[in-house]
């Protein structure tokens, strides 16, 4: 099999990143990141704005902390009184004119509790250049000790409080290190990172390049990349939404890989180049990987539309038969806004504090899993599929997938899950990970943010499960350093245990923090190509984990941020949290992630493992001491140990982590 490459440059930058798309089980890729752009372009229209941003997750620099105050029960009624009923009969099959619940035993959300979508079905303005959508106004803080509200009483501040003996070391100087381990000065830039000139797309007549041999990559052939600017095409969703449905299944596919790339191209601002994969090259790279990993994948396309949800579900061939394997589900009845309203009320009822000890949420978990994983669940159960790799339209993104619930168990109780924007904006290339080196880093004080006293033990702990590398907290954890160690050495992980907010709006509204300073994403990406991550001249970040992230909801353009920044940085995998999470839930699940990873290098089975210890009460605080599955123990801070005695099985706290990216 030939590969075909897929490759991006961004704007104002001559640096191109070079990707392999097809897999070889007898040599496995290790090429960066992959953007795509389809050979015929499609008239796409400026997403729409879905949803008010929930007003029970306040951005933190915008706010004062009010101590001894709930800041999740301030303003107009921002959870659910009456949560839907669940489905106690048992799921039943939607009628034929798609799923429509009884009025007494099906989900009706209550009318006027969450958030209505806009009125208007025309473009709309360019992000960033008007007026932000309400709900960005001074809310308070999540309160020290934990990354959200709610978790039970919590003591006075003690900002700067470090553990002693948990928190990592500086590195040993050069004359301590072993020669293998000693750093050498970085190469010149230009030995480092070439950054060869782009020329410009040959018209559309061009032949193609000749056929090369099947071990010598060929180039590919460069296309007239689509406009990033926001606006610069016509929109019209309704002929898109029409040619999903109305379309050849192979069509549809090609039609959603291109609408997503646009998506993303015209949010991140990077020129995208290649062909779009169709679905037997999706079949066949599923069925190579299979080979590899002995994992099993569905990867599967969700479209909102206007009046349905419109599924295509594509499988590696069957044993013995090279036939790629397709399938298409449309659900009428279930429209876009409804879809979105769902979600958002879902995470309203997943984030109350006063309804943890509850089941409330189960009835919107049960109507999501009826829209989106029921039509499928036969055929995946026939397949023997193990993870479920989900390619979500706009709106969608951020729902918790593990909490999806059958009536009888999670999501996540049958199946692995990921998320990605597309496949083909996605190195799906397989590396066991088990050798590479690891950069942690983080603070637990910071300057008008919450503190998290758990960073010090978190990154401390990856070193003792054991990994390699190098660990770095507070006054260590600056720009500069980063740089400096990411430039001196290959870190296969990078692990940043820190604040992080994908936020509407344009790149620079969302942010990674270090120490004293913010990187937006737009400088991330600059870091990024500076780095070498996008360049095939360098093996590729990955894995990125961000332990403490969280992503407006209902905002197209933070989920693109969110979704996107495999994409954006070049790394092939991110672990990151939809909602912050307690200090103490989120460090048990990255301890226990870390000790997965080394017994079973598949980053979404790793996960999977990690969340269900915290579900089936592995993982809990006691004594002063969380234990975690492995039946270890940790040595919490006083500002920790007074989560004893919490339920961690609840999905609030292990459901909000989503891989994003390569899942292998």
């Given at each position: 099999m030939k590969p075909g490459f897929f490759w991006w440059r961004a704007i104002g930058s001559s640096a191109i990143a070079l990707l392999l798309f097809y897999i070889t089980p007898a040599r496995p890729q290790t090429g960066n990141q992959s953007d795509i752009t389809g050979p015929t372009p499609i008239e796409i229209p400026e997403p729409e704005e879905l949803l008010a941003p929930e007003e029970e997750e306040p951005l933190l620099e915008d706010n004062p902390l009010l101590e001894g105050e709930d800041p999740f029960l301030e303003g107009e009624a921002p959870f659910l009184e009456e949560p839907p009923p669940l489905l106690e009969e048992g799921l039943q099959p939607p009628p034929e004119e798609g799923l429509q619940p009884p009025p007494e035993e099906g989900l009706q959300p209550p009318p006027g509790d969450g958030p209505q979508p806009p009125p208007g079905d025309g473009p709309q303005p360019p992000p960033g250049d008007g007026p932000q959508p309400p709900g960005d106004g001074p809310q308070p803080p999540p309160q020290e000790g934990q990354r959200p509200p709610g978790d039970g009483p919590q003591p006075p501040p003690q900002e700067g409080q470090r553990p002693p003996g948990d928190g990592p070391q500086p590195p040993p100087q050069e004359s301590q290190r072993p020669p293998e381990e000693q750093r050498q000065p970085p190469p010149p830039r230009d030995e480092r990172r070439p950054e060869p000139q782009l020329e410009p797309p040959p018209p559309a007549e061009q032949p193609p390049p000749p056929q090369q041999s099947e071990n010598q990559p060929r180039e590919a052939q460069k296309q007239e990349p689509v406009s990033h600017q926001p606006g610069g095409r016509e929109v019209d969703r309704p002929a898109y939404e029409a040619q999903i449905q109305q379309a050849d299944i192979g069509v549809a596919v090609q039609t959603v890989e291109e609408f997503q790339a646009v998506e993303f191209q015209d949010y991140l601002e990077v020129d995208l180049y290649g062909n779009v994969p169709s679905y037997e090259e999706i079949s066949r790279t599923l069925g190579d990987l299979e080979q590899m990993t002995a994992q099993k994948t569905a990867f599967i396309y969700v479209a909102a539309q206007t009046e349905g949800l419109e599924i295509l579900m594509v499988t590696a061939p069957s044993e013995g038969d090279s036939t790629a394997a397709i399938e298409r589900y449309s659900m009428s009845g279930v429209s876009r806004d409804r879809?979105?309203?769902?979600?958002?009320?879902?995470?309203?009822?997943?984030?109350?504090?006063?309804?943890?000890?509850?089941?409330?949420?189960?009835?919107?978990?049960?109507?999501?899993?009826?829209?989106?994983?029921?039509?499928?669940?036969?055929?995946?159960?026939?397949?023997?599929?193990?993870?479920?790799?989900?390619?979500?339209?706009?709106?969608?993104?951020?729902?918790?997938?593990?909490?999806?619930?059958?009536?009888?168990?999670?999501?996540?109780?049958?199946?692995?899950?990921?998320?990605?924007?597309?496949?083909?904006?996605?190195?799906?290339?397989?590396?066991?990970?088990?050798?590479?080196?690891?950069?942690?880093?983080?603070?637990?004080?910071?300057?008008?943010?919450?503190?998290?006293?758990?960073?010090?033990?978190?990154?401390?702990?990856?070193?003792?499960?054991?990994?390699?590398?190098?660990?770095?907290?507070?006054?260590?954890?600056?720009?500069?350093?980063?740089?400096?160690?990411?430039?001196?050495?290959?870190?296969?992980?990078?692990?940043?245990?820190?604040?992080?907010?994908?936020?509407?709006?344009?790149?620079?509204?969302?942010?990674?923090?270090?120490?004293?300073?913010?990187?937006?994403?737009?400088?991330?990406?600059?870091?990024?190509?500076?780095?070498?991550?996008?360049?095939?001249?360098?093996?590729?970040?990955?894995?990125?984990?961000?332990?403490?992230?969280?992503?407006?909801?209902?905002?197209?353009?933070?989920?693109?941020?969110?979704?996107?920044?495999?994409?954006?940085?070049?790394?092939?995998?991110?672990?990151?949290?939809?909602?912050?999470?307690?200090?103490?839930?989120?460090?048990?699940?990255?301890?226990?992630?870390?000790?997965?990873?080394?017994?079973?290098?598949?980053?979404?089975?790793?996960?999977?493992?990690?969340?269900?210890?915290?579900?089936?009460?592995?993982?809990?605080?006691?004594?002063?001491?969380?234990?975690?599955?492995?039946?270890?123990?940790?040595?919490?801070?006083?500002?920790?140990?007074?989560?004893?005695?919490?339920?961690?099985?609840?999905?609030?706290?292990?459901?909000?982590?989503?891989l994003v990216g390569n899942w292998n």
């Open positions: 879809a979105v309203e769902t979600i958002a009320d879902f995470r309203k009822e997943l984030f109350n504090p006063k309804r943890r000890s509850t089941r409330n949420y189960l009835g919107y978990a049960q109507q999501l899993y009826q829209w989106i994983v029921a039509p499928l669940a036969a055929d995946l159960a026939a397949k023997n599929i193990e993870n479920l790799v989900f390619s979500m339209d706009s709106g969608l993104r951020t729902i918790p997938l593990a909490a999806l619930h059958d009536g009888e168990q999670f999501l996540i109780e049958k199946y692995a899950v990921a998320l990605v924007p597309s496949f083909g904006l996605t190195d799906v290339s397989y590396v066991d990970i088990r050798n590479t080196p690891v950069l942690a880093m983080g603070s637990e004080k910071f300057n008008g943010l919450p503190a998290l006293p758990a960073v010090p033990l978190e990154v401390s702990s990856i070193f003792q499960i054991p990994w390699f590398g190098e660990g770095f907290i507070n006054e260590q954890f600056t720009l500069d350093n980063f740089r400096l160690q990411a430039a001196t050495r290959h870190f296969g992980v990078i692990h940043l245990a820190t604040h992080a907010e994908f936020k509407p709006g344009k790149l620079e509204n969302s942010y990674i923090q270090f120490f004293q300073k913010k990187l937006n994403l737009r400088q991330f990406r600059e870091l990024a190509q500076e780095l070498g991550w996008t360049s095939v001249e360098n093996p590729p970040i990955e894995l990125l984990v961000l332990s403490a992230c969280r992503t407006a909801v209902g905002e197209e353009q933070a989920e693109l941020g969110f979704a996107g920044l495999a994409v954006l940085s070049g790394v092939k995998s991110v672990l990151g949290s939809l909602w912050y999470v307690s200090d103490a839930a989120t460090l048990g699940l990255m301890s226990e992630f870390y000790h997965h990873l080394r017994e079973t290098p598949i980053k979404v089975q790793a996960l999977r493992e990690s969340q269900l210890a915290l579900l089936r009460g592995k993982v809990e605080v006691k004594d002063g001491l969380l234990y975690l599955s492995t039946g270890e123990t940790l040595a919490l801070p006083p500002e920790l140990a007074q989560f004893e005695g919490i339920d961690f099985s609840h999905p609030y706290y292990w459901s909000a982590f989503t």
